[in-house]
């Protein structure tokens, strides 16, 4: 009885600090090499509301097809949102290419 009781109180114990860790929220915004600035505006207004909120922010640019070579204009639209997000967040991971896809993370900041 006295076993019982003691795997009871464990699994209690664990199941108090699993309600209490934290559980980290990853948002994602994706945008297209050729973005226009009215769409720019309108996902960057989204990334400041997910960072206020206490999100991660997974943005990334989607190459499809031969748009690829304009690697360059994914990147400085990138770099352009982490500038612009500066106040919300902070950058944990700088434009990175993975296959079609180039990704950078953003933490928010603590308050």
């Not at 009885?1 to 108090?16: P, S």
Request: no cysteine.
């Amino acid at each position: 009885m006295d076993y019982k009781k003691f795997l009871y109180e464990q699994k209690k114990r664990e199941k108090a600090l699993k309600s209490k860790a934290t559980k980290v929220v990853i948002k994602e915004i994706r945008f297209g090499p050729q973005t226009d600035e009215h769409d720019y505006e309108f996902k960057k207004k989204h990334a400041e509301k997910f960072l206020n909120d206490g999100a991660k922010l997974k943005a990334f640019v989607f190459f499809k097809g031969r748009s690829i070579v304009f690697k360059e204009q994914g990147q400085i639209l990138l770099l352009r949102l982490a500038q612009d997000l500066e106040d919300y967040g902070k950058v944990e991971q700088m434009p990175q290419l993975e296959g079609k896809r180039m990704t950078m993370f953003i933490t928010p900041k603590k308050k």
